[in-house]
C-alpha cells in the first residue's frame, strides 16, 4: 500500500522496476512519469513513481537491514579473492550481497573496534607576507598524528618538513630538500597507515584544498591518491554547507573514497554557539588550553631561520593537529555520530553532509518496508503554505523574590504523534471516512480540524517509530546508570543523545514543506494539540491551587513556551513550591492521553523575567544548593553583543539574584 493517508486495503498491486545503475534508474522515471508506459494488464498511461528518489547506498542498506557503523558478517564459502586489487586495502575480497549478514548494533555488536584516526595540519608560507596561494606559495610542514579510537593518547605523530629540523621527543621528524618529495611521502604516509577517520580543523575549506592545488600546480599527479581505492582521485568541490551559526554558505567537500573526512569546526558551528570559532577560541573554551605562541607573521623567519627555529615551527604544526583529536575526544563527537547513524540508519558520512530530513528518511523507509508500504516520490515544491506554531503565553514581567516552578512536557511533540496516532497511514479526510463507514469514536479530530483514525482502528508508522526510539532510549540510559566502564558510558551515553535528537527530528520533518513526504496535516495537528495543552495546563493550575480550594495562595502562570509553564505558587519556601511543582505536574498529566507527560524540573528563586525567551534566574533542583545562574536570551549568552556589555549585565545579575543586592546592582550599572 502507499503510505499516504488511511486504507483498509490489504494488498494493492505494483509494478516493481530494477536498473543497473543511477542513470537508467532516472530514465525509467521520467519514461512512467513524464511520458506514459503500458505493460501486461496496465493500459498506456502515466503513472507515479514509488521510492524512486532514494539514494542507492541507502536502497541497499536498507533492503539488507544494514545500518551505519554496524557490524558486517560474510559467509567465507562465498569469498573470492579478486585477481587484481581494487583497493589498497590489507584485505580484499569480493562478495555477493546474499552472503552478506548485518548485526544490530545491541549488547556484544554495539562495541566500537579500534579505528584508526589521523589528524592533521599544514603551514606554508608567502614570500609576501599575504596569506598563501597554492598556485605559488609552497607547503613547508605538515604534522600528522595518529590515534585509535577509545584511546587517548597516540600511537604515532610525525612531522614532514622542508629542510632540516631538529629532533622532537616522541615524534618522528622527515626533512626533505624538496616539496614535491614532502607531498608525496605524507600521500605515502596516508596509504600506510591506512586512516579510518582523517580529521582536523577546517581541512575542508583550506588544508585539504590547498594540498591539492599545490600538488596540481606541481604536476605531482599521483599525490591526491588518498583514498582507498586505487584509481580514485581525491578532490575538492564546493557545496553547500548548513549550520545554526553561520545559516546557509559555500563549503568544500573532499571525498578520500573508504575514509570518512571529519572536519572538526563544521561540528563546532553546528552544535556550539562561541563568540569566536578560531582553533585557539575553541581549545580555550573546551580544553582550558592554547595553542603554540607563534604568529602568523612569525611563521617565514622561524622557517628561513635554522633547526631550533624550524623545531618550534614544527611543534606550533604538530599542536594544531593534536588540539582536534583533543576536543574531539572532550565533546564525544564521534561516539555521538557513530550511535546516531546506528540509531537512524544512515552512512556515517551522511551526517555531515546531509541534514536532518534523510535521518527521518531513512527510518521511515525501513519501518515501511516491514510493514508492506511504499513511499510515492512526491514532486514537492516550494510553498508559502504556514501553519500556526506553539503557544506563548504572555509574560507577566518583573522581579520575583519568591520561588517559581517550572513544569516541561516530556518529549511534547513526539508523544503528541503517539498519543493522538498522527500519521501518514492514518490520515483521513471525510471522503474517506465515510467510503469506511467509520463511527466517530473511529477517529480524532484535531484542533485544527484534520482527520486520524486511532490506534485500535490502525495504528501509524510514525507513532510506531517514536515509541521504538523512546524506549530504546529509556534502555539506554538505565544501561548507562549501571556501566561503569568509561569506554561504554560513552557510547551509551551518545546512543541516547543520538536516540533523543531523532525522537524530536520527526516532527520537522512532516513539516517541512520541501522536504521528501511533507504533510502539513500531521505538522498542524502537532503545533495545535501543544496549544491546547499549554492553555489547559494553565487553566486546571490556576482551578485547582487557589484560597477557595483551602491553599494559602492562589497560584498563577506568570509566563509559558511552547512546552514548558512556569508557576508563581505564592510561597516563599522553596521545598513547599517544589512538592506544589510535582503535586501538579501529577495532576495536570492525569487529564492527558497517554504517553503525554507534564514533569516538575526545576525551580527558579529569585526570578527575573524580562520579556518573551528572555529571562534569568537561579536554577534549584535540590533544596540545599542552587545548581547555577540559568540565562536566557539575555546579553551574558547571545554573542552581538562585546564582551563589555557581557560582563556588566553577567555582573548585575550576580548581584541581583546571587547577592540579592538591588539597590546595588543600580548602583553598579549608573557607576559603570
Not at 553 to 578: C, P, Q, R, W
Not at 588 to 614: D, G, M, Q, W
Request: net charge neutral; hydrophobic share 35%.
Amino acid at each position: 500500500m502507499s503510505i499516504y493517508g488511511y486504507s483498509d486495503h490489504k494488498d494493492l498491486l505494483f509494478i516493481r522496476v530494477n536498473c543497473t545503475s543511477q542513470t537508467y534508474l532516472n530514465a525509467s522515471k521520467k519514461l512512467v512519469e513524464s511520458i506514459g508506459f503500458q505493460f501486461e494488464q496496465f493500459p498506456f498511461m502515466t503513472y507515479p513513481t514509488y521510492e524512486s528518489n532514494i539514494p542507492v547506498v541507502m536502497r541497499f542498506m536498507i533492503d539488507l537491514r544494514m545500518t551505519g557503523m554496524c557490524w558486517i558478517q560474510v559467509d567465507k564459502r562465498s569469498c573470492v579473492q579478486p585477481q587484481i586489487n581494487a583497493s589498497n586495502c590489507q584485505i580484499e575480497y569480493e562478495v555477493s550481497y546474499k552472503s552478506i549478514y548485518c548485526h544490530p548494533p545491541e549488547q556484544e555488536w554495539s562495541r566500537i573496534p579500534p579505528l584508526r584516526i589521523m589528524s592533521f595540519d599544514i603551514e606554508c608560507i608567502s614570500e609576501s607576507n599575504a596569506f598563501p596561494e597554492a598556485e605559488k606559495d609552497p607547503v613547508i610542514q605538515i604534522a600528522c598524528v595518529l590515534v585509535k579510537f577509545g584511546q587517548s593518547e597516540p600511537y604515532s605523530r610525525c612531522v614532514f618538513t622542508l629542510n632540516s629540523c631538529s629532533p622532537i621527543s616522541g615524534t618522528t621528524v622527515k626533512s626533505f630538500d624538496c616539496e614535491r618529495k614532502l607531498l608525496m611521502a605524507f600521500t605515502e604516509f596516508v596509504n600506510l597507515s591506512d586512516p579510518d577517520f582523517v580529521l582536523g580543523y577546517n581541512i575542508l575549506n583550506f588544508d585539504f584544498p590547498y594540498l591539492l592545488d599545490r600538488a596540481k600546480s606541481l604536476n605531482l599527479d599521483e599525490f591526491d591518491l588518498l583514498g582507498r581505492l586505487n584509481n580514485f582521485r581525491t578532490r575538492a568541490k564546493d557545496t553547500i554547507f548548513s549550520s545554526k551559526a553561520y545559516g546557509t554558505r559555500e563549503s568544500k567537500l573532499v571525498n578520500l573514497d573508504g575514509r570518512i573526512v571529519l572536519d572538526l569546526i563544521q561540528v563546532i558551528q553546528r552544535d556550539y554557539k562561541l563568540r569566536s570559532y578560531s582553533l585557539n577560541a575553541v581549545s580555550s573554551h573546551f580544553l582550558n588550553e592554547q595553542k603554540e605562541d607563534v604568529a602568523h607573521s612569525m611563521i617565514p623567519d622561524l622557517f628561513r631561520g635554522n633547526d631550533d627555529t624550524r623545531k618550534r615551527l614544527a611543534l606550533y604544526c604538530l599542536k594544531d593537529a593534536i588540539l582536534p583529536l583533543k576536543i574531539s575526544d572532550h565533546i564525544m563527537c564521534l561516539y555521538n555520530y557513530i550511535e546516531m547513524a546506528r540509531v537512524t540508519g544512515v552512512p556515517f558520512n551522511y551526517l555531515l553532509a546531509r541534514g536532518q530530513q534523510v535521518k527521518v528518511i531513512s527510518q521511515l523507509y525501513r519501518k515501511a518496508k516491514e510493514d508492506s508500504y511504499f513511499i510515492p516520490a512526491l514532486k514537492v515544491e516550494a510553498s508559502d503554505e504556514q501553519y500556526e506554531g506553539a503557544t506563548v503565553i504572555e509574560p507577566d514581567k518583573g522581579f520575583y523574590n519568591v520561588p517559581i516552578a517550572t513544569l516541561d512536557f516530556a518529549s511534547l511533540y513526539p508523544s503528541i504523534m503517539m498519543a493522538h496516532n498522527l500519521c501518514y497511514t492514518t490520515l483521513l479526510d471525510p471522503k474517506t471516512i465515510s467510503a469506511y463507514n467509520l463511527k466517530e469514536s473511529d477517529y480524532t479530530i484535531t484542533p485544527s480540524g484534520d482527520y486520524f483514525v486511532k490506534p485500535h482502528i490502525k495504528k501509524g508508522v510514525l507513532p510506531i517509530i517514536l515509541e521504538d526510539l523512546i524506549s530504546a532510549r529509556k534502555r539506554a540510559k538505565a544501561e548507562l546508570k549501571k556501566e561503569t566502564d568509561s569506554a561504554k558510558k560513552a557510547c551509551l551515553d551518545g546512543r541516547q543523545l543520538a536516540l533523543k535528537i531523532s525522537a524530536n527530528s520527526v516532527y520537522g520533518f512532516t513539516g517541512a514543506t520541501v522536504g521528501k513526504l511533507p504533510c502539513i496535516q500531521i505538522s498542524q495537528s502537532v503545533t495545535a494539540f501543544g496549544r491546547q495543552m499549554i492553555e489547559l495546563t494553565k487553566e486546571e493550575v490556576e482551578k485547582r491551587y487557589n484560597v477557595m480550594n483551602g491553599y494559602l495562595h492562589d497560584a498563577k502562570v506568570i509566563y509559558g513556551d511552547t512546552d514548558s509553564v512556569m508557576i508563581k505558587f505564592g510561597s516563599n519556601n522553596l521545598e513547599e513550591v517544589m512538592n506544589l511543582g510535582r503535586e501538579a505536574s501529577t495532576f495536570v498529566t492525569s487529564k492527558f492521553i497517554k504517553p503525554i507527560s507534564l514533569e516538575f524540573e526545576k525551580c527558579y528563586y529569585p526570578y527575573l523575567l524580562i520579556n518573551k525567551k528572555r529571562y534569568a534566574g537561579l536554577y534549584w533542583t535540590k533544596c540545599d544548593q542552587y545548581d547555577k545562574m540559568d540565562t536566557k536570551g539575555l546579553e551574558t549568552v547571545r554573542r552581538d553583543n562585546c564582551r563589555l556589555v557581557q560582563t556588566l549585565v553577567d555582573k548585575c545579575l550576580r548581584m541581583i539574584l546571587i547577592d540579592r543586592d538591588v539597590e546595588g546592582a543600580k548602583e553598579y550599572w549608573i557607576f559603570f
